[in-house]
């Protein structure tokens, strides 16, 4: 599965970091890094991390 | 796996714990029916930009603002049923059955109450022409029109929507005053020398801030009987006005339940696992639940942010499923708080509950300048129970947030 984050919607609140930490990290200016290539028993929390982004960036598609 | 597909769970309120709970029914294997009625005439959509973004943001059709603020709808739930635009007037929860305004009869065999909050309206006598809330997609756009550069615009009540109002009417070159009901700008939340901190801050903005001030009655204006012209305040003072903002605070909708034995003082009061207490098969999520503190033990209470929705469906799914399979119940309920406001362009977040603190202490950067970055500590009994950062990149949050989460006993 591949994760997208819509740049222009993320507001680097932070939320998917708490969510899926192993997946979404906020680097020390603030901004998130994130993998972009998940394996399938990453999929619940980036499934969670898409719940809890307050605006909506993150996008889960299988590749 | 118990046959359920012959079995419907109705949710009354379509907007995000309405939409977060369908989601988790069926994350938590529900196949059965399942039905959410809402009685706004839109599908679920977020609510935070409604005194941010989407208030300041111009020239917004209703459609093209639904399509910017709108839900997306998942895959596991296309073919959950929303009934929109129907308001559930009463219930009755033994016979399992609700009625709806057109006087339909609706049947369950599980609910979820997530029928949330409206405004709370000020009671003082006078025209209502020009005076608004904050709470639905209509509310912002009705509001946004009337904020043109130059009016003058009274927001009244200084809590989180207060004040991002405030800063978003300021922003589209109103002329603004911040009638404060309180002792400063987010004062429950925050404490009263960080709420003074934030008010320095308005004040230097350009927002004139009153604090301290009731409203006694609203004058008309002298072209138009029907329409607000100025705010008269118990202290005498009388502030000329063309728009107002009542901003002073929410009214949980809980009129549908009563009848029940439900007790529905300031919400639904529920158990940790969300049931409201006296039923069965019956759970509440969202702002209007409100539920013990696992973590710090105090009395249950309502939280009023965008994170409980989906904190609070994930347990009240689990449970509704697991009760009318007779199977054991999830974990309770203890998910941390957390909240945020975005006021001239600063992020404020809130972690834990510092509400209930009995102390607070700044821990990184100054309150002479909040621009600059501040974080502060909240502590009750000596033990860590919150932090409030703003104006630090969320890396710190995130650190903040696990000294909070290593505290909590
Ligand atoms: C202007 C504004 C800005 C906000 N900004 C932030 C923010 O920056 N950060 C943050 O953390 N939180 C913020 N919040 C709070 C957050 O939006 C709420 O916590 C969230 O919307 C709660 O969702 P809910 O589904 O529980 O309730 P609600 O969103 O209140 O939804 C309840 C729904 O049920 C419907 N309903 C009610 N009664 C009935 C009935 N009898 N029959 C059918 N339908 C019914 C209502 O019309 C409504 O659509 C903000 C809220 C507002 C209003
Ligand atoms: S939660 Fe959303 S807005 Fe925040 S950093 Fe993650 S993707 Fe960006």
């Known amino acids: 599965m591949k994760v997208h984050v819509d740049r222009k919607l993320c507001d680097n609140h932070g939320q998917c970091a708490i969510a899926a930490p192993d997946v979404f990290r906020m680097n020390d200016d603030g901004v998130l890094e994130y993998d972009e290539n998940i394996t399938d028993d990453q999929v619940d929390e980036v499934e969670e991390a898409i719940d809890v982004c307050p605006v909506q960036a993150i996008l889960l598609a299988s590749d | ?409």
């Open chain 2, 1 to 409: 796996m118990v046959n359920t597909t012959e079995r419907r769970i109705v949710v009354v309120g379509a907007s995000l714990g309405g939409l977060r709970a369908a989601e988790q029914l069926r994350a938590a294997g529900w196949d059965g029916e399942i039905e959410v009625i809402g009685d706004e005439p839109y599908a679920p959509y977020n609510r935070p930009p409604l005194s941010k973004e989407l208030l300041a943001n111009p020239g917004l059709s209703a459609d093209e603002a639904l399509a910017k603020v709108a839900f997306r709808r998942k895959k596991q739930t296309e073919d959950v049923t929303f009934r929109l635009g129907s308001a559930v007037v009463s219930s009755n929860l033994q016979e399992r059955v609700l009625r709806l305004a057109d006087g339909t009869q609706v049947t369950f065999d599980g609910l979820v109450i997530a029928s949330g909050l409206r405004a709370r309206r000020l009671t003082a006598p006078g025209p209502m022409g020009g005076r608004h809330v904050i709470r639905t997609l209509d509310d912002s756009l009705a509001l946004h029109s009337e904020l043109k550069p130059g009016t003058q615009v009274v927001v009244i009540g200084a809590g989180f929507i207060g004040c991002e109002a405030a800063a978003t009417a300021l922003e589209l070159g109103c002329d603004v005053t911040l009638v404060e009901g309180g002792k400063g700008p987010m004062h429950r939340p925050l404490g009263s020398d960080v709420a003074e901190a934030f008010r320095r801050r308005l004040v230097r903005r350009g927002i004139t801030c009153l604090a301290d001030r009731h409203v006694e009655k609203f004058e008309a204006c002298d072209t138009d009987s029907t329409r607000v012209g100025a705010v008269v305040l118990a202290s005498g003072e009388r502030l000329p006005t063309e728009v107002v903002i009542e901003a002073v605070g929410s009214v949980p909708n809980v009129e549908w339940l009563e009848g029940n034995d439900l007790n529905l003082t300031d919400g639904v009061l529920c158990d940790e696992w969300l049931r409201p207490v006296g039923t069965s098969n019956v759970v509440a999520v969202g702002d209007i639940a409100r539920f013990p503190d696992l973590r710090l033990r105090q009395t249950p209470r309502r939280i009023e942010h965008w994170a409980t929705p989906g904190d609070t469906a994930k347990t009240a799914a689990r449970t509704l499923t697991a009760d009318l399979a007779g199977a054991s119940l999830p974990d309770p309920c203890d998910a941390l708080p957390n909240f945020w406001s975005d006021q001239f362009g600063l992020r404020i977040s809130g972690l834990g509950s510092p509400a209930l603190a009995d102390e607070l202490a700044v821990m990184e950067g100054t309150l002479d300048d909040i621009d600059a970055g501040i974080a502060v500590g909240y502590w009750r009994d000596s033990v860590l129970v919150g932090v409030v950062v703003a104006g630090l990149p969320a890396q710190r949050l995130l650190q903040y947030r696990t000294q909070l989460t290593a505290a909590a006993v």
